[in-house]
């Protein structure tokens, strides 16, 4: 086998060395190329790191170095801040007066250049409304059931509570604002006890906040199981990322359509869980970040650019 000629080495030279001496050559030549190849493309990988400032990167400024020139401040429009003239007009529309809770007439007395009594009603008055909130009181409801001795049996009955008191010493109201600053809001179990006293006056402890988040939880079950079939009949948008729960790692996942959103928080990210999240024969099209679990057997493989829409059919048993 002929050794192949290193590129490095004029033609005139490498034909006046011997064979054996051509197959040592050839060899190291191509370790050598192989070496240069490697080093070249760290070397533009290096540099390419180098040039990388907060302007073509995901580095912070403070990074950057004094070489650094930023981009100019644009210059003064030379306009006025806020509203510019010929905007169109946003301002609160007045309510219609059956939702107003209390009207009062205001009519002036006097004339206010010559001081004559006035009478009379405006035909299109102007309308002022102040919206303001009324200070919360808590409204408590004492319910006192009696036990009643029987006069010829002599056993005693108590009475019953009414049918739809919660045998809780909170009401639902309560229990959705709790619900509501610690669910949507995200507020800590500290924190809502703080708003519940300060704003509510209703004092609450922290182990009291977390039953009712239970109660809250078992009352929008079954709202929830009713949104996680929704969304197996829908096109979606999935994602994942970890969480923590109880100082351990957790997946929340995020199932998202045009109406609503599911989350579930699993203990893996795997397509174990994709598929109890959009169910077995689930047919509809998935928009992912291309993570594994999105790319399960037996469905075919396609070549698809990034969070490009997965296609799935009923005959691939459903898996994404």
Request: include cysteine; charged fraction near 20%.
């Amino acid at each position: 086998m002929t050794p192949k000629k290193p590129s490095v080495l004029p033609l005139e030279m490498w034909e006046q060395l011997p064979v054996a001496l051509q197959a040592v050559v050839g060899a190291m030549g191509k370790h050598y190329e192989q070496r240069i190849a490697a080093l070249e493309a760290q070397v533009r990988e290096l540099t390419a790191r180098l040039h990388q400032t907060s302007q073509n990167s995901s580095k912070p400024p403070s990074s950057d170095g004094p070489h650094v020139k930023r981009k100019p401040p644009k210059p003064p429009s030379g306009r006025k801040p806020g509203g510019q003239p010929g905007h169109p007009v946003h301002k609160r529309a007045l309510v219609e007066l059956e939702q107003v809770s209390e009207v009062i007439v205001c009519k002036p007395t006097h004339c206010r250049r010559c001081g004559r009594p006035v009478t009379g009603s405006d035909a299109t008055p102007w309308r002022h409304q102040v919206v303001e909130v009324p200070p919360p009181v808590p409204q408590i409801t004492e319910y006192q059931l009696h036990r009643l001795s029987c006069a010829q049996c002599g056993i005693t009955t108590c009475g019953e509570l009414p049918l739809g008191v919660p045998t809780t010493c909170y009401g639902p109201r309560l229990a959705s604002v709790v619900g509501l600053c610690s669910g949507a809001y995200r507020m800590s179990k500290r924190m809502v006890a703080s708003f519940c006293q300060d704003v509510l006056g209703v004092e609450l402890a922290i182990g009291e906040i977390c039953r009712i988040e239970q109660t809250v939880r078992q009352a929008v079950a079954p709202a929830v199981e009713e949104a996680a079939l929704y969304v197996q009949s829908c096109h979606t948008n999935i994602d994942e990322t970890p969480w923590t729960e109880q100082h351990q790692r957790r997946w929340l996942w995020t199932v998202v359509t045009t109406q609503l959103s599911v989350f579930a928080i699993a203990t893996g990210r795997g397509a174990v869980v994709l598929q109890a999240l959009v169910g077995e024969w689930y047919a509809g099209i998935v928009t992912s970040d291309r993570a594994k679990a999105y790319d399960t057997r037996p469905v075919r493989k396609r070549q698809l650019c990034w969070a490009h829409p997965i296609r799935t059919q009923s005959s691939d048993c459903g898996l994404i």
